[in-house]
């Protein structure tokens, strides 16, 4: 299982934030659209990731909902028929929801930085440092933190969970459990 040290914050400012990560990365960035549809699941989180230009794949993933650098493990499959799998999958689990946004991603040496434009949320930036095999976590929090740093994250702007628990916590008007994530 591969894993990397994330977090996910809100962004006050995400074209500031797109000129800082432009200037610490060499190449053109990555402009995604993205439908992840989350499924009910007794462990973790599992969603189907299509892609606007056709591609998908189905994303198992376990991460504590803390605020702050944490690890995630994660199993990514490429999948051929979305639509049937997307069907299937709410059969027989049940879809719990599904998130929409303009997804555009940096790489920052061994760091995926997405900033994103999430339907009925709002902007956010998500960091992902992919650990190598002899990394330790405390290794990927300590450049997950410099680049919070280097884009004016500040710890009041991170959230605990996946998109998928705020468009939840807004949809059952859950302002306590809301508020936390801002």
């Known amino acids: 299982m591969a894993r990397n040290m994330e977090i996910k914050a809100r962004s006050r400012d995400l074209a500031a934030q797109r000129r800082i990560v432009s200037g610490l990365t060499g190449a053109p960035p990555e402009c995604l659209l993205q439908r992840d549809t989350f499924f009910h699941v007794p462990h973790g989180r599992l969603k189907l990731r299509e ?7 189905l994303i198992q993933y376990e991460r504590a909902d803390t605020v702050g650098p944490k690890c995630s493990t994660y199993t990514r499959i490429a999948i051929a028929d979305p639509d049937a799998l997307r069907k299937a999958l709410a059969v027989a689990l049940g879809v719990r929801v599904t998130v929409r946004k303009r997804r ?7 760091t995926r930085v997405h900033l994103d434009e999430v339907e009925a949320l709002g902007d956010f930036v998500e960091l992902e440092v992919v650990l190598r095999t ?12 410099q680049l919070m740093a280097s884009l004016g994250i500040a710890q009041t702007d991170l959230v605990s969970g996946a998109y998928a628990d705020l468009l939840e916590n807004a949809e059952f008007g859950d302002d306590a459990a809301l508020a936390r994530s801002r």
Not at 104 to 110: C, G, K, Y
Not at 134 to 145: D, R
């Open 134 to 145: 002899s990394q330790s976590e405390a290794e990927g929090t300590v450049i997950a933190e």
């Open 51 to 57: 892609l606007g230009d056709g591609t998908a794949e």
């Open 104 to 110: 555009t991603v940096f790489i920052v040496d061994q």
